[in-house]
């Protein structure tokens, strides 16, 4: 166990960031859940939101 302490919610992503990393192959690609892991819903959904916006902006102008 590590010597600093870490919330229950850092200590499930880092046990499942190492399962993944174990279970991972270099042929497959990462998906949504890895590439959101370590952020938080709140952080994740603006991500979505702007890529949702930019898609229209690009949809108009192109």
Do not use: C
Not at 1 to 24: A, F, G, I, V
Not at 31 to 41: E, F, I, R, V
């Amino acid at each position: 166990m590590q010597s600093n302490k870490e919330s229950p919610e850092e200590m499930r992503e880092r046990l499942r960031q190492e399962e993944l990393r174990k279970t991972s192959s270099s042929i497959h690609g990462s998906n949504l859940a890895d590439l959101t892991g370590g952020l938080s819903w709140k952080f994740t959904g603006v991500i979505i939101l702007l890529l949702i916006i930019a898609a229209i902006v690009y949809f108009l102008f192109f």
